[in-house]
């Protein structure tokens, strides 16, 4: 997408998707959380106008709606903290949110704390959360650039010290694959987002296979900054323009219930996952009821790796931590695959814990799993 010089523009399906899954992790998370801490943030660097040019919500209106639902049933306060770098669009969104307040109860209003300011997003951004203390508190972050890469790892790594900080952030690979290697000012811009040089390898992937190595060291780099879990997925416009959506967490609880997320989302138009795991980069629909067929090949792929054959129990381990896919959908794809003789399994010991029994793919591994030989039953 061009960079609009308007105060407002058109939402395109990436945004309205992106939308849909902020809300859909928000609804949940404000209300988790205000069950334990009496005060929660919400910040943005990259807030926009607060409204597209249709009237529909930007993502700091969405948020706030989330957030006046949560309050409603909730005790505790919660605290944005927006920054947006065109001063138009900054004064916009304050008037934005000023009407979506009106909307709300007094109760709700005067709890749900709503702090914008005009500036660029680092150091902006830090130095609010800083002032308010926010930091070290359960916080979560949008950095929703045009794309990037514009988002330095330094503000990363800051907010990644503070074990409660998730962070969402999208990237678009496009950019960097196409000017990197020429341009040293957009080298230079790729090697403080990316918080080092090892990207510029890119340079040498076969071209399908650059914007997967991108995102995986990008993938690095959060780690790096502290974010143990991330969670990668495409959207994939009609234009086949891909953006990464990249949600880092240190916790397994968050991961999970941005998948959650993730597959409770309206079905989009033009809009489609990918996972990166799935070697055949199959385009999911948004769908209740999610296509898994990319899951079976990857955790096919991840049996086969594995000649000792694996648990149930460290599938959905590996399904939660490194796919796209919710362990839940883990235990009837193993039924399936088993019934069509793809894996064998064992069953679960007496005496035993609940962990299932191991699970190899026998025509790739040649192992095949002996009874009751690796503890736990398989589907219980
Ligand atoms: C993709 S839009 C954000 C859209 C918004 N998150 C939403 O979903 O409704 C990016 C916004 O970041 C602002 N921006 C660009 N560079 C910035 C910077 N360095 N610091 C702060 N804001 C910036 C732009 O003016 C634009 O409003």
């Known amino acids: 997408m061009a960079v609009p010089k308007t105060v407002l523009w058109d939402r395109d399906p990436h945004t309205a998707a992106k939308h849909n899954l902020l809300r859909k992790y928000l609804e949940p998370w404000a209300p988790i959380l205000l069950s334990r801490h009496a005060t929660i943030t919400y910040a943005e660097g990259f807030s926009g106008p607060g409204v597209y040019s ?4 930007g993502s700091p209106v969405v948020a706030l709606e989330a957030f006046a639902k949560a309050l409603q049933h909730r005790s505790g306060r919660i605290r944005m903290v927006l920054v947006e770098g065109d001063e138009r669009r900054e004064s916009e969104l304050r008037s934005q949110l000023d009407k979506a307040r009106e909307h709300h109860s007094a109760d709700v209003s005067r709890r749900l704390r709503v702090n914008t300011h ?4 680092h150091p902006t951004l830090l130095e609010q959360l800083r002032l308010q203390g926010s930091l070290g508190k359960p916080l979560f972050v949008l950095l929703d650039s045009y ?20 962070v969402m952030v999208t990237f678009q690979p496009a950019f960097l694959t196409r000017f990197g290697e020429a341009n040293e000012n957009h080298r230079r811009a790729g090697d403080a987002a990316f918080g080092g040089t090892e990207w510029h390898a890119v340079f040498d992937q076969p071209s399908n296979e650059k914007f997967t190595f991108l995102r995986d060291q990008y993938r690095e ?9 991330t969670l990668f997925f495409e959207m994939v416009d009609e234009g086949n323009h891909v953006l990464y959506l990249i949600f880092g967490t240190r ?4 991961l999970e219930k941005m998948k959650e997320a993730m597959w409770s989302v309206d079905r989009d138009h033009g809009v489609r996952y990918r996972d990166p795991k799935d070697s055949e980069q199959q385009q999911l629909a948004l769908e209740l009821e999610p296509h898994t067929g990319p899951l079976r090949r990857i955790l096919l792929e991840h049996i086969a790796a594995a000649p000792k054959g694996l ?23 193993i039924t399936d695959m088993r019934d069509a003789k793809a894996v064998t399994t064992t069953p679960r010991r007496d005496g035993d814990d609940q962990g299932p029994g191991p699970a190899s793919r026998d025509e790739l591994s040649g192992v095949l799993a002996e009874p009751g030989g690796r503890g736990g039953g398989l589907l219980d």
């Open 118 to 121: 005009y500036g660029e997003c």
């Open 221 to 229: 780099s959060l780690r790096r900054a502290g974010f143990t879990h």
């Open 54 to 57: 249709q009237g529909e919500p």
């Open 251 to 254: 916790h397994e609880r968050g």
């Open 311 to 333: 648990t149930v129990a460290e599938l959905k381990a590996f399904t939660l931590l490194e796919t796209v896919y919710k362990p839940s959908q883990v235990t009837k794809l």
């Open 147 to 166: 794309g990037g890469p514009d988002i330095p790892f330094s503000l990363l790594q800051e907010l990644g010290k503070h074990r409660s900080t998730e």
